[in-house]
């Protein structure tokens, strides 16, 4: 095997795998050294040139004149540092004895195994240098959140490829229930986790880490990504609920309000990405009685009583509250839980006036009354069915700029609750 074609094939793949030339060449160097190293016992009279970008590489053996005497009768004779006048005349008359003699190496005087295993061996370490900067690469990204294509699925995980064709792996525990990817899809994940097994970098991504949630309320809110908004903890359950505490120290900026954005305008596109994940976002306050109360949003709390030893926190609610506390699957009261850091159970509130607790909460209705005129209802303080009946029709229309056929159609869906 020549020499250029061993070089060659090293220049492409670092072309390809996008090693510097600088340590490229360090590589080559070393792996020579070793080889002669191996067969001279030393590599300290020789100089290596590599030159990856021309597909090259010189050795050269320097060594110097001594008279014919002590090569052949000292035992200070070295033939890797020496070579008798003799010899030298042989390579170049002019030579005497003082002067510096430097001889090329071919890598066929090495022999075809020896050139082979020189091959092998720089493809082992190219392949480890790259592995290596891989895992350096991705344990600098953590937290991050990349886009990477589907390149294969399979039951338990989907393998994905970044821009440079770097393989990564999304488990199915760490997919949102609801996620469904086929090859060639582009999937957006955070970096959850880099390790490295058997000498080859494993880097897991994830779409259900919390993680992955701020990192897109970073990308939605500049706020957030600017300082001005600090997210203080995020619980989720990823494709049904999650809740995001946020604070800002500035009393002009309303975090709630610059999350979610103009007509929810910044937190569609996070929801979208989540597969319609419900999000509350709230503000955070260190008044635990306070900060239960809003994690246990959208119901309504008579009143806490809170142990501080045991961390519990008995609320009571009117009954038409307590399935809004609870929410679908038990997952509102779960995340207001975790985010408060106490564990809540929620009781009746028997002190409330019978009136008030046969009231119903408007999003009791959703499958009779469009949402759009329950959000018109609510702008004008009712949120309740009888805090509706108790507002004339023209009371109504004034305020709602609802048509009066509607209301009549919504008085008649209200009443028929209490009939």
Not at 18 to 37: H, K, P
Not at 102 to 126: C, M, P, T, Y
Not at 145 to 167: H, P, S
Not at 371 to 397: F, Y
Request: include cysteine; glycine fraction near 6%.
């Amino acid at each position: 095997m020549e020499g250029v074609n061993l070089i060659e094939s090293f220049s492409e793949f670092k072309d390809i795998k996008n090693i510097d030339r600088a340590t490229l060449m360090s590589i080559i160097e070393d792996v020579f050294r070793s080889m002669l190293i191996k067969k001279f016992g030393s590599d300290k009279n020789f100089d290596i040139i590599v030159n990856p970008d021309k597909g090259d590489i010189e050795i050269w053996k320097n060594r110097n004149i001594v008279d014919d005497e002590f090569a052949e009768d000292s035992f200070d004779y070295d033939v890797n540092r020496h070579i008798s006048l003799t010899e030298a005349k042989k390579i170049e008359p002019d030579f005497e004895i003082g002067e510096d003699v430097s001889e090329q190496v071919k890598l066929d005087d090495f022999g075809r195994r020896a050139v082979l295993a020189i091959r092998q061996n720089l493809v082992q370490k190219i392949l480890e240098l790259e592995k290596s900067e891989i895992y350096n690469k991705y344990k600098e990204r953590v937290g991050d959140v990349i886009n990477a294509e589907v390149y294969q699925v399979w039951k338990k995980e989907i393998m994905l490829l970044d821009d440079e064709g770097n393989e990564l792996i999304l488990p199915k525990t760490e997919q949102i229930p609801s996620d469904f990817f086929k090859k060639g899809d582009t999937v957006k994940a955070v970096v959850s986790k880099v390790e490295m097994k058997g000498g080859t970098p494993s880097i897991i991504v994830s779409r259900t880490s919390p993680a992955f949630l701020e990192r897109l309320f970073e990308m939605e809110v500049p706020e957030i990504f600017d300082g001005l908004i600090t997210i203080k903890k995020i619980v989720r359950e990823p494709g049904e609920r999650a809740k995001v505490a946020v604070e800002s120290y500035d009393d002009r900026i309303d975090p709630v309000g610059a999350c979610v954005g103009m007509k929810g305008s910044r937190i569609h596109g996070i929801v979208r990405e989540l597969k319609n994940e419900n999000i509350d976002v709230i503000n955070y306050t260190a008044n635990s009685t306070l900060l239960i109360q809003r994690a246990l949003s959208p119901a309504k709390v008579t009143s806490i009583k809170i142990d501080e030893e045991t961390k519990r926190a008995d609320v009571f609610l009117r009954p038409d509250q307590i399935s809004l506390a609870i929410g679908k699957g038990g997952f509102n009261i779960k995340l207001a839980g975790k985010l408060t850091g106490y564990e809540i159970d929620v009781y009746r509130d028997t002190e409330t006036s019978e009136v008030e607790s046969e009231d119903v909460d408007l999003e009791e209705f959703a499958d009779e009354i469009e949402p759009a005129i329950i959000d018109e209802l609510k702008a004008i303080g009712c949120d309740t069915a009888k805090s509706v009946l108790e507002l004339s029709t023209e009371e109504l229309k004034r305020r709602t700029g609802l048509e009066e056929e509607t209301i009549a159609d919504i008085r008649k869906v209200l009443e028929s609750e209490f009939d």
